[in-house]
């Protein structure tokens, strides 16, 4: 069995797709809400509509070609073609924004507007044609046991992509240089981001071989049968039993309700803490950083952790680090009138509980299926986490409004708790081969 080790390079590079879909993210959210506002003009409900439809979008498109790609075959693969048509599609489309946006500003015309708006769209569907057969492509080549070290090194090179677009942003457009200008050209950091995706992929495309090392992983699993859930129907149907079945609903209700808990918080903390503590932006960043770092440095070990003791006892008690956190957030953020370190504390433990959560869930989630079915499970992770985020910004902030702000804390500490009860029933999608042989192959990671 000392073949069961993760392959850590071929883990990285199957990363750099990942990394490529944060970076974009990570600058859509922050770049696309300043030109809608400063460039066109659109109130914050506006503005806040049209940032909702990537994942009002993703609703449909992730499941969709998560689902086409595993019937797809070709000489590249399930996955690969469906990552080279997407990122070259966003690559395009993604450097037309700023152009739009430098137009209108010298001459506003309604036509612009429009055509900016149908680029924009155009661009969320591009990128929402390859988010899951990206993900998926883990999977597909790494053995069941390993995926939760495998999905801590990909969750870390998405911190990466999302990096590496942070310290472009700081380096071409520091306060002192924009202040001063009536508008700001967004196009260097459009190219260089497009870069960041381009050379990504073109390094994953000439060090992964999806076919082989997919082939090589099956004929893995054909030698593992307990490894495989579903039922075999006869002529190559397979199902999966009702007990499977129901673990995999419970599994997605309980990714619905940590993610609705989480999201409100990073949706609404900063507008939260100048209202309850009258904090400015900078400190609500700098905790919201410091979450970040906090899962950053946790995706490693976490994984080696799950490894060793599974990934439902992994995720229940990053659950209740988590619940933890988020009560004594409420307590900390109304009994003190200014961000301390002790709340950068309990960020630093919020990263470290939704590394714990985060890392395991996905793997929990293809461990029910088979092999050619692991697009379509991707979808379904991606739906149950979507439809949350889609939910609590609107949830969260009428209950706020109804209320109080000193009622967000409480709000996603219930559902993150409600997600514990939930995952009590999930039976299946642990390490479970792991768990019965203990072996220490398992333990180690290739260099």
């Known amino acids: 069995m000392n073949e069961l080790k993760l392959n850590n390079k071929r883990t990285i590079l199957v990363g750099l797709a990942f990394l490529s879909i944060c970076s974009f993210w990570q600058m859509y959210d922050s770049v696309v809400p300043l030109i809608l506002r400063e460039t ?32 797809t075959r070709t000489k590249l693969g399930r996955r690969t073609p469906y990552i080279i048509a997407g990122t070259a599609g966003a690559v395009i489309l993604m450097n037309l924004l700023p152009v739009l946006d430098n137009s209108y500003s010298r001459e506003a015309a309604p036509y612009k507007l429009v055509t900016f708006v149908i ?18 492509l883990m999977p597909d080549v790494t053995a069941k046991p390993l995926r939760s070290k495998a999905n801590a090194i990909i969750n870390l090179m998405g911190a990466v992509g999302g990096i590496l677009y942070l310290g472009v942003a700081a380096l071409l457009y520091p306060t002192a240089k924009v202040a001063a200008l009536e508008h700001v ?25 999806e076919p082989a090392l997919a082939a090589e992983n099956q004929q893995l699993e054909k030698q593992h049968p307990e490894w495989n859930l579903a039922e075999d129907k006869g002529g190559g149907r397979e199902t999966l039993p009702a007990p499977v079945k129901r673990s995999l609903g419970f599994l997605l209700a309980s990714i619905a309700l940590w993610f609705i808990g989480y999201n409100g918080v990073t949706t609404w903390f900063t507008t939260y803490v100048s209202q309850v503590m009258g904090e400015g932006l900078g400190g609500a960043s700098t905790c919201l950083l410091v979450a970040t770092a906090g899962a950053i440095v946790s995706y490693i070990p976490i994984g080696i952790v799950a490894s060793k003791i599974g990934r439902k006892k992994t995720i229940h008690a990053g659950i209740i680090l988590l619940a933890s956190c988020f009560l004594a957030g409420f307590f900390l953020t109304t009994l003190f009138s200014s961000i301390n370190a002790i709340m950068f504390v309990a960020f ?26 692991v697009g379509k499970f991707t979808g ?19 209950l706020m409004k109804s209320i109080s702000y000193q009622i967000l804390f409480p709000y996603a500490a219930l559902f993150v708790i409600l997600s514990f009860i939930t995952m009590c029933f999930v039976r299946h999608g642990d390490s479970k081969a792991e768990a019965k042989t203990g072996l220490d192959a398992f333990e180690d990671m290739e260099d």
């Open 40 to 71: 066109f003009g659109m109130d914050e409900s506006l503005t806040g509509i049209i940032m909702a439809t990537d994942n009002i979008l993703a609703l449909f498109l992730l499941p969709f070609f998560g689902g086409l790609s595993d019937k």
């Open 119 to 136: 680029v924009l769209g155009l661009l969320l569907i591009s990128m929402g044609t390859y988010r899951s057969p990206a993900v998926a």
């Open 185 to 209: 050209n967004y196009q260097p950091l459009f190219i260089i981001v497009a870069a960041i995706m381009t050379v990504a992929v073109i390094v994953l495309l000439f060090t992964i071989r």
């Open 348 to 373: 630093a433990l919020v990263g470290l509980a939704w590394a714990a959560i985060n890392v395991n869930s996905l793997p929990m989630v293809v461990e029910m299926c088979r092999g050619s079915d």
């Open 380 to 398: 379904y992770y991606y739906t149950a986490s979507m439809l949350a985020q889609v939910i609590t910004p609107v949830l969260a902030g009428s």
